[in-house]
């Protein structure tokens, strides 16, 4: 849940042809618009909906529709339609009825364009595991992992090199194609020992382990339940003696540049990660 100041699930891929972010959980929105215009997004994508990596989109929509809105005056009918580019919105397979129920929970009579979150301001795509899309310079493909609901990991390769995100996952074979030689491995390290009941999270250990073993160059942790240094160090520590790479830890406003091993100042950025679970990654450009 959000906490200490921090938002939620969400991380901002930049590269030479392409913006995408990663999730879009309770603060996000407010984050992006810190570092980016929301209508610079090349394409949103969502792992699963669960809130803390969705609960944005509708205040993110909105921001988008925001720039087309009027206010009507005294005799003027309504608005209901604006002429905005809607940016692709990947979400998985059945969510676009949850995504309308979501935007209908909040109407604005006298705009009602506003609510057309995900009908104008978004191209809503639903996806299948397995699903291989491109996005400007970027091949992007989803990989079904283990969570309590489904969950997609994102891989994406370019020129520049290779980023996977775990989303949320518990232990499972399809972290491997998933992560294999990527320059990052986002992982999520939500537990300080594994999980092995039905809910499906990663600790630190079980990260370092897939990174180990898929031959990954660099390994930063998500998803934290703590901001407790004691406790995020101790988590650090752990995936170090597995994986022989160099392992980060994630906060908010971190940029790490894909084919760099360690994070490059503001300004410079490739790849912008976070934490979350509740400590999550704020976006930036």
């Known amino acids: 849940m959000p906490a200490d100041g921090q938002p939620s699930s969400g991380y901002l891929v930049v590269s030479e042809a392409a913006t995408v ?11 992006l618009s810190a570092v ?3 209508e610079q997004l090349s394409a949103v994508i969502i792992t699963h909906f669960h809130l803390d990596h969705c609960y944005d989109l509708l205040p993110l929509g909105k921001s988008l529709l925001s720039r087309g809105v009027r206010y009507p005056g005294a005799d003027e009918a309504p608005q209901r339609w604006a002429a905005v580019e809607a940016v692709p919105l990947h979400v998985p397979a059945g969510s ?3 995504l309308q129920d979501l935007a209908a929970l909040f109407p604005v009579t006298t705009a009602p364009v506003l609510d057309r979150a995900f009908d104008l301001a978004f191209d809503v795509r639903e996806y299948t595991p397995g699903a291989r ?3 400007g310079d970027l091949t992007i493909s989803l990989h079904e992992l283990r969570h309590s609901a489904p969950n997609c990991g994102i891989r994406i390769e370019s020129p520049a090199g290779c980023l996977a995100y775990t989303g949320d996952t518990g232990v499972t074979p399809g972290l491997l194609p998933l992560a294999a030689g990527a320059d990052l491995l986002l992982a999520e390290a939500t ?20 990174a180990q073993d898929a031959d990954v160059q660099a390994l930063m942790l998500t998803h934290f339940p703590s901001a407790d240094p004691q406790w995020l160090l101790a988590r650090r520590d752990e995936a170090a003696r597995a994986f022989g790479g160099a392992v ?4 908010p406003g971190l940029t790490f ?3 760099y091993r360690q994070p490059l100042p503001a300004g410079r ?5 976070g934490s979350s679970g509740g400590r999550a990654g704020q976006p930036q450009s």
């Open 21 to 31: 972010l990663f999730d879009c959980g309770p603060g996000i929105a407010t984050a």
């Open 269 to 273: 950025p490739s790849f912008t990660g």
């Open 248 to 251: 980060q830890l994630a906060r």
């Open 191 to 210: 537990l300080a020992a594994t999980d092995h009941g039905p809910h499906g999270h990663l600790s630190a250990v079980d990260a370092a382990r897939v």
């Open 96 to 98: 676009r009825q949850r």
């Open 133 to 135: 899309f491109t996005v």
């Open 36 to 38: 980016a215009a929301p």
């Open 257 to 259: 540049q894909i084919g």
